[in-house]
């Protein structure tokens, strides 16, 4: 399996706005569930959003919900995280991860074999 390519990430003002891709190389995302993950240092990685497979139902961390949107290119090969309003705290490595469905990023087998990507980095200043 071949990672996820994530892109789009950088230095910003809190307040400030970026948008996050996800990109397969060699396949279409449509249908998969895409989820965006991110690890601040020192912290565990943590699940941000997830777009579902099928009804393409949309998920968010109660840390973000209001601010970040995820959303599918009509390609289906590119997931998108638009973030707004961003703060310090959102500072992180931003990865994502496919999977069937988004439930099954609620159970540890997912991730043991998971391919995860570079990431990229969000700087969020203050």
């Known amino acids: 399996q071949l990672p996820l390519m994530e892109s789009g990430g950088g230095l910003v003002q809190a307040g400030g706005s970026l948008r996050l891709s996800c990109t397969a190389s060699?396949?279409?995302?449509?249908?998969?569930?895409i989820g965006w993950f991110r690890q601040a240092p020192g912290t565990e990685r943590g699940q941000v959003s997830c777009?579902?497979?099928?009804?393409?139902?949309?998920t968010y961390a109660d840390s973000v919900k209001g601010r970040f949107t995820i959303s599918r290119d009509k390609d289906k090969r590119t997931v998108h995280l638009q973030m707004n309003s961003l703060q310090p705290e959102d500072s992180a490595v931003y990865y994502c991860l496919e999977a069937l469905s988004c439930t099954d990023f609620d159970h540890w087998i997912t991730f043991q074999y998971a391919v995860w990507g570079q990431g990229t980095q969000v700087t969020v200043s203050s």
């Open positions: 060699r396949s279409s995302l449509e249908f998969k569930a």
């Open positions: 777009i579902n497979s099928g009804d393409d139902r949309l």
